[in-house]
């Protein structure tokens, strides 16, 4: 049973801009942090951003800070990464991740719900 369906990944040349959506089918969906983390070939899985329930609380790691945006719409619970200025280095398969414990647990893996994964391809 799938509980959260990524989509949005791409293939998009160094500069540009990619949209990542995370459908939640969780039952009180609303009530989870919700993040995404991404693994590149060859590497470990990695936090790369995360909200609380309400989407005001927001998160990120330094390696996105300013270029990334999370933000979520509980009305249809569904998480977005909005991802501008793409570099080479962006290039991985993003994973959507929910907790109910909160975003500090979130972003230590520490995750109730994964996703499958979207991949995103940025070309130098």
């Known amino acids: 049973q799938v509980q959260l369906v990524e989509s949005g990944g791409d293939t998009v040349q160094t500069g540009g801009s990619l949209r990542l959506s995370c459908a939640a089918y969780i039952y009180a969906a609303s009530t989870y942090a919700m993040g995404w983390f991404r693994q590149a070939p060859g590497k470990e899985r990695e936090f790369v951003a995360a909200?609380?329930?309400?989407?005001?609380?927001?998160y990120y790691a330094d390696s996105v800070e300013g270029r990334f945006t999370i933000s979520r719409d509980n009305a249809k619970n569904t998480v977005f990464l909005q991802m501008n200025s793409l570099k080479p280095e962006d290039t991985a398969t993003y994973y959507c991740a929910a907790d109910l414990s909160g975003p500090p647990a979130l972003m230590k893996g520490e995750v109730d719900y994964w996703g499958q994964g979207t991949h995103v391809t940025v070309s130098s």
């Open positions: 909200c609380d329930w309400s989407g005001r609380n927001l």
